[in-house]
């Protein structure tokens, strides 16, 4: 039996295998690495789309494996695979945690069962990339997802990928994703022979930001933004689609609500067909990492949050999106305790948001409330502050103690901090803002009781 391991040798892994979720039955069914099978799976079938499949896939890889600031040697090639109730997800991280990768295989896709749900890391060794290489339009390809490993079956032969550690910068690129991404709405959706035009014209070593307007049946690009535009941040980055133009029937754009004078923000690339969609999701700018971003702190900084975690975790269903409506009926909650629940459980990978269709959906990973505060230096010395009586709050203007200096926060958000002075709460929050905000919220809780 093998239970969820924390290894620090430089940074955090968390390897794990489930075999699906707990259950409370007749008795407490508790899920670990063991089982009646020798090799249990959460799929085995055939993909009806084979040649995009394997396309797809290798984009998700060659993502793992770039990095796209300062490029370097390749990173890795570990996309992390999940049975979900009538679908696989396929998602990475580049190297540089500044591209997040995803391929849905959706049901039409899907030639096969899905007898259990669950998540796994897997290598996309060399061997296997040539193999995907050759698989064309209409030759067969197998696929078997399980706890421990991944097989894919094609004219060359099972080759069989095992799972490997998970690295702690993905489960912060995982939440941090989730989070900006629940902010975006569709802003475009062209045609693939415009999609391949807009595409194929963009300089691959590009790492400047651009804004995409719809512009007839395509997009245009300018260097300013405007209401409706999307920022495209180092078009470099989206070279990873050009293989899947030839499957693919539309290219979808996806960001938040941006005005004249906004600086650049995240955006989603997507590659779609009737059987599989393949996306990509860019940092703010090309130099950033998704794990750095910040934009979990505010939700994580109540101290109800955890708990509240704990509760939606056990309502977690493998429904194909997660109603929040649902979860905070069913919880006794309100809608935006649901959201910062489910981004605490976003810290450690439990649950992803996609923008196609507008809801989250789940994967089986190691939760851990202890990690979270490990994986947000913020955080914790925004509690460190609070609990140390460093704080002298007031809805205008508090004061911070931190050190031998002392900070000024207006309106619980901005700060006379060097963190802010450089970032201007474009990657969230500062520990002295959290520090505020937190006990604010602490005072509004005690004068409630």
Same mark, same amino acid.
């Given at each position: ?16 295998? @489930?075999?699906? *979720? ?7 069914? %508790?899920?670990? &690495?063991?089982? /009646? ?6 799929? !085995?079938?055939?993909?009806?789309? /084979? ?20 490029? #370097? ?5 570990? /996309? ?34 899905? $007898? ?5 890391? #897997? ?15 209409? =030759?067969?390809?197998? $696929? ?9 079956? !094609? ?9 490997? /550690? +998970? ?40 790492? *400047?930001? %651009? ?35 030839? @499957?693919?029937?539309? +290219?979808? $754009? @996806? ?6 004078? &906004? ?7 997507? %590659? ?6 393949? &996306? ?22 109540? =101290? ?6 704990? +509760? ?29 629940? +489910?981004?605490? %459980?976003?810290? &450690? ?14 994967? !089986?990973?190691? @939760? *851990?409330?202890?990690v979270v505060d490990r994986m947000n230096p913020r955080l914790a010395a ?9 704080? !002298? ?15 000024? #926060? ?28 937190? $006990? ?10």
């Amino acid at each position: 039996m093998s239970y969820p391991v924390l290894k620090f040798c430089g940074m955090v892994s968390a390897a794990y295998s @489930y075999l699906g *979720s707990s259950a409370l039955d007749d008795g407490l069914t %508790l899920q670990t &690495s063991g089982g /009646p099978a020798a090799h249990p799976r959460f799929y !085995t079938g055939f993909l009806t789309d /084979p040649g995009a499949a394997a396309t797809g896939l290798l984009a998700v890889a060659e993502v793992a494996r770039t990095r796209y600031f300062r490029p #370097v040697s390749p990173a890795s090639l570990d /996309p992390v695979v999940t049975a979900g109730s009538d679908r696989l997800r396929f998602e990475s991280f580049s190297g540089c945690c500044g591209v997040y990768a995803r391929m849905d295989v959706l049901p039409a896709g899907l030639d096969g069962e899905i $007898v259990a749900h669950g998540t796994t890391n #897997v290598d996309v060794n060399v061997p296997l990339q040539r193999a995907l290489t050759r698989v064309g339009r209409t =030759d067969p390809m197998h $696929v078997a997802v399980g706890p421990d490993d991944l097989t894919v079956t !094609t004219f060359d032969g099972p080759l069989v990928e095992r799972k490997v /550690p +998970l690295p702690s910068r993905w489960l912060r690129g995982f939440a941090e994703a989730q989070v900006l991404t629940a902010r975006f709405d569709p802003r475009a959706e062209i045609g693939v022979a415009e999609a391949r035009v807009l595409l194929n014209r963009l300089p691959a070593s590009d790492k *400047s930001v %651009l804004w995409a307007v719809p512009a007839g049946r395509s997009l245009r690009f300018t260097s300013r933004p405007a209401p409706g535009a999307v920022c495209l941040p180092g078009a470099g980055r989206l070279a990873a689609l050009k293989p899947f133009l030839r @499957y693919a029937l539309t +290219l979808r $754009v @996806y960001g938040p609500a941006v005005a004249a004078g &906004s600086g650049p923000v995240s955006s989603t690339w997507e %590659l779609s067909m009737p059987s599989l969609r393949l &996306s990509l999701t860019l940092s703010p700018e090309p130099y950033r990492g998704f794990s750095g971003e910040g934009a979990v702190l505010e939700s994580l900084a109540s =101290d109800e949050a955890a708990d509240d975690a704990d +509760l939606v975790s056990a309502l977690l269903s493998w429904d194909p999106t997660i109603d929040v409506d649902a979860l905070a009926t069913a919880a006794g909650i309100d809608a935006r305790r649901v959201r910062d629940a +489910l981004t605490q %459980l976003g810290t &450690s990978g439990r649950v992803g948001y996609d923008v196609a269709e507008a809801g989250y959906f789940h994967r !089986t990973l190691p @939760y *851990s409330a202890a990690v979270v505060d490990r994986m947000n230096p913020r955080l914790a010395a925004a509690r460190t502050l609070a609990a140390a009586g460093a704080v !002298t709050a007031s809805p205008d203007v508090s004061t911070v103690r931190s050190g031998d200096e002392v900070y000024q #926060v207006r309106n619980a958000s901005s700060c006379t901090c060097p963190w802010w002075a450089k970032h201007r709460g474009e990657r969230g929050p500062c520990k002295h803002a959290l520090a505020v905000q937190m $006990v604010l919220a602490g005072a509004l809780e005690a004068a409630d009781a």
